[in-house]
């Protein structure tokens, strides 16, 4: 039932989110966490870069500080836990798989050793073609390989409104396994698993999560990027 108020939540604040801009590159835009230049990346700092490219979700919107985004809170798990990495946060609130494609080569010329993959979300409040979605994340990764060889992939999956119908919904939601079994990449089955649809987990539109909303949700990030950094750590 809480699944279910929070997809309807979603699709009555669609019109929240920013419209797309095809220009748009700079990743600051929205709550989004700036992304330094590349010359502006310490040559001495051995930690490998993992890059978040997603939406307002990643980005953090809503939240009074930085610092209690589920990026941040994932690198203190990663410091607890002996695998450290530099964290780079390329989100833009309102952004679809298209935006993000739109954005990515700027995107890629950061140090890259793990792209965390959140696009989907607002495809889906928007009702976009799901073969596109899948087109755009196939792409993203194709693209993300290329430049960085040996790098690794986490996708986020995410869900769409009930309100669109079973065939949709279901076709959406098989969407990012099908691309990460497909493509070798690493899923999380749900983003938002145990936040979507709790109500003080979740700032007032039920879109966005709280701080203690973005703490679960670094939980379900690290539960899978975890295994990857361990990997990266071997080689």
């Given at each position: 039932?809480?699944?279910?108020?929070?997809?309807?939540?979603?699709?009555?604040?669609?019109?929240?989110?920013?419209?797309?801009?095809?220009?748009?590159?700079?990743?600051?835009?929205?709550g989004?966490?700036?992304?330094?230049?590349?010359?502006?990346?310490?040559?001495?700092?051995?930690?490998?870069?993992?890059?978040?490219?997603?939406?307002?979700?990643?980005?953090?919107?809503?939240?009074?500080?930085?610092d209690?985004?589920?990026?941040?809170?994932?690198?203190?798990?990663a410091?607890?836990a002996?695998?450290?990495?530099?964290?780079?946060?390329?989100?833009?609130s309102?952004?679809?798989s298209a935006?993000?494609?739109?954005?990515l080569?700027?995107?890629?010329?950061?140090?890259?050793?793990?792209?965390?993959?959140?696009?989907?979300?607002?495809?889906g409040?928007?009702g976009h073609?799901?073969?596109?979605?899948?087109?755009?994340?196939?792409?993203i990764?194709?693209?993300?390989r290329?430049?960085?060889?040996?790098?690794?992939?986490?996708?986020?999956?995410?869900?769409?409104?009930?309100?669109?119908?079973?065939?949709?919904?279901?076709?959406?939601?098989?969407?990012?396994?099908?691309?990460?079994?497909a493509?070798?990449?690493a899923?999380?089955p749900?983003?938002?698993?145990?936040?979507a649809?709790?109500?003080?987990?979740?700032?007032?539109?039920?879109?966005h999560?709280?701080?203690?909303?973005?703490?679960?949700?670094?939980?379900?990030?690290?539960?899978?990027?975890?295994?990857v950094?361990?990997e990266?750590?071997?080689?």
């Amino acid at each position: 039932m809480r699944r279910f108020l929070f997809i309807i939540s979603m699709l009555a604040c669609a019109t929240c989110a920013q419209p797309e801009d095809p220009a748009s590159a700079a990743p600051d835009v929205g709550g989004a966490v700036s992304l330094p230049a590349p010359e502006e990346a310490s040559p001495a700092d051995e930690r490998p870069p993992v890059v978040f490219l997603g939406t307002s979700l990643t980005a953090g919107l809503g939240l009074l500080s930085d610092d209690d985004s589920y990026v941040a809170r994932l690198a203190e798990l990663a410091d607890s836990a002996g695998l450290p990495f530099r964290a780079v946060n390329a989100s833009v609130s309102g952004e679809t798989s298209a935006g993000g494609l739109r954005r990515l080569d700027w995107v890629l010329r950061q140090p890259l050793a793990v792209l965390v993959l959140e696009l989907g979300a607002n495809d889906g409040l928007r009702g976009h073609d799901p073969d596109m979605l899948e087109d755009n994340l196939r792409t993203i990764i194709d693209r993300t390989r290329a430049r960085h060889p040996g790098s690794r992939v986490v996708i986020a999956g995410m869900q769409a409104p009930t309100n669109l119908g079973k065939a949709y919904t279901d076709r959406f939601r098989a969407i990012f396994p099908t691309v990460a079994e497909a493509t070798g990449s690493a899923l999380i089955p749900f983003l938002l698993e145990g936040v979507a649809g709790v109500p003080e987990l979740n700032q007032d539109d039920r879109i966005h999560p709280t701080a203690e909303g973005h703490e679960l949700v670094a939980r379900n990030v690290w539960a899978v990027l975890e295994g990857v950094l361990q990997e990266l750590e071997s080689r």
